[in-house]
Nanobody
Framework: QVQLVESGGGLVQAGGSLRLSCAAS????????MGWFRQGPGKEREFVAA????????YYADSVKGRFTISRDNDKNTVSLQMDSLKPEETTVYYC?????????????????WGQGTQVTVSS
């Protein structure tokens, strides 16, 4: 079993930056792929970014390309999401997820473990 805990959320003005982190514990010896999703009120959970265990392959939603950067530190069992040029419409809860055998990075059902989320608020 793997436990995921997100941190780094908070309040930022439009155009500002935040860096989210996800710490993994438990059975972390496997080579999990990691992803970030977000879900606003009344909306489906939306794919944001993902990264393979090696870090050599990354994936981004079109809406965040060029502004967000996903990275990981396997020695520390952490994955991060650097978010720049944030927009008010990106105010929502961000979730970290892990997949042992990732087939489709953008699909919520592809992931095996989820964190409880961290709130990001972008003011206008």
């Amino acid at each position: 079993q793997v436990q995921l805990v997100e941190s780094g959320g908070g309040l930022v003005q439009a155009g500002g930056s935040l860096r989210l982190s996800c710490a993994a514990s438990g059975r972390t010896n496997s080579r999990y792929s990691m992803g970030w999703f977000r879900q606003g009120p009344g909306k489906e959970r939306e794919f944001v970014a993902a990264i393979r265990w090696s870090g050599g392959s990354t994936y981004y939603a079109d809406s965040v390309k060029g502004r967000f950067t996903i990275s990981r530190d396997n020695d520390k069992n952490t994955v991060s999401l650097q978010m720049d040029s944030l927009k008010p419409e990106e105010t929502t809860v961000y979730y970290c997820a892990a997949a042992l055998h990732l087939k489709m990075a953008t699909m919520q059902s592809a992931y095996d473990y989820w964190g409880q989320g961290t709130q990001v608020t972008v003011s206008s």
